[in-house]
């Protein structure tokens, strides 16, 4: 607390990020990270960037690797915006095009940032519970809002919407806008991208981060119709004109470049995620179907605090959300092969002596 703060401040909730300790011989799987380096390209496009050229600001506008998404999604450069990491484009979505008078709506159980933009820009919100299955229902979502927005795979269930269920929802909700966030996607579901050339309301977000494997590059992207992608732009210019430096343009540009190697790490962690969820199940975990980099799991005879406190002794990070419903639930990002094996093997350890305890 503080006399000089404006007075918005005192009532921030600001979201905590998942830990990222400095310790090495750590078995990370507690942020969703992508186990592999990112493409080859893209480290040589970034060595490839003159370093003089920093002291010129970057193109305000991204536009060489905006017309790189689109030609890669398939729709114009003026349905793209970018911007630093999707946790900057969210902020910009939720400003330009969800501040209304009727609540947003979102699941009871998802992404933690949702709440805390809506507080910060001052948005009402109802949240929707998630059914017994942990799965979004999307009846629930037949009431009068100012717009929706849930993750899809949705996080931390990493359970997914059918593109059917997502299409009623945009019919029932014709001049509302609709945000799909698609932070995981590519592991295990179809975009929704093709859709924004029918659907004037839908705003789908993606994120370099994790199936791409530019966590640290901040690279995050929405796509959809002009009149939303103007919206954004015009917030974003009247924010911060350049959110994207040389050095990400050009690294993103050569991500979305290098199709081949993309597709490769995402059958890799895909199939390491069906190796997991088959260990977990043998250990006797309940594994909610999972279409992202990690899977949510609960043990019926095991503490699930107790299980991450144990894990963390042994240098593996996993994470536990201390939230009702899911308190006794891991969410554990899928790693290497050889990751979810020393997971696997430290868990067997932790269940027996917990057994005998
Ligand atoms: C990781 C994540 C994001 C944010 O990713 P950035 O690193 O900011 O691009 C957005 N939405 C969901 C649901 C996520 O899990």
């Known amino acids: 607390m503080s006399r000089f703060w404006s007075p918005v401040v005192h009532d921030l909730t600001p979201y905590v990020p998942g830990e990222q300790p400095r310790i090495s011989q750590l078995v990370k799987l507690n942020t969703n990270e992508n186990p592999y380096p990112p493409s080859p390209r893209v480290q040589a496009a970034i060595a490839a960037a003159n370093v003089d050229s920093l002291r010129l600001y970057p193109d305000p506008e991204s536009s060489a690797l905006r017309a790189s998404i ?45 709440p805390v933009y809506c507080k910060l820009y001052g948005i009402a919100y109802r949240t929707v519970p998630l059914d017994a299955d942990f799965a979004i229902d999307p009846a629930s979502y037949q009431q009068p809002c100012g717009g929706i927005i849930f993750p899809n795979p949705n996080a931390p269930t990493g359970r997914l919407l059918s593109r059917a269920a997502i299409e009623a929802m945009l019919q029932q909700h014709p001049d509302t806008v609709v945000v799909v966030d698609e932070a995981y996607v590519d592991f295990g579901g179809d975009s929704m991208i093709p859709l924004v050339a ?64 993309f ?3 995402r059958e890799r962690v895909i199939a390491s995620r069906e190796a997991l969820v088959a260990g977990l199940a043998a250990l006797g975990f309940a594994v909610l179907p999972s279409a992202a980099n990690f899977v949510f799991a609960r043990h019926p005879a095991h503490d699930a605090a107790r299980l991450a406190a144990c894990l963390r002794q042994r240098n593996i990070i996993v994470r536990h959300f201390q939230q009702p419903r899911i308190e006794q639930f891991l969410r554990i990002s899928i790693g290497t092969a050889a990751e979810c094996q020393l997971l696997l093997s430290a868990l067997a350890d932790i269940l027996a002596d917990g057994a005998t305890a």
């Open 70 to 114: 689109a030609g890669y999604y398939g729709v114009a450069a003026e349905q793209v915006f970018v911007g630093n990491g999707s946790d900057e484009v969210l902020a910009l979505v939720f400003q330009a095009l969800l501040q209304h008078e009727a609540p947003l709506l979102f699941p009871d159980i998802s992404y933690s940032f949702y």
């Open 198 to 261: 029918q659907y004037p309301n839908l705003l789908v977000v993606q994120t370099l981060s994790k199936s791409r494997s530019l966590a640290g590059l901040r690279v995050g992207l929405a796509v959809g119709n002009a009149e939303l992608i103007a919206g954004l732009t015009r917030v974003k210019n009247s924010f911060n004109s350049y959110p994207l430096d040389r050095l990400a343009q050009a690294g993103a540009q050569a991500a979305f470049e290098d199709d081949a190697y």
């Open 263 to 265: 597709q490769v790490c």
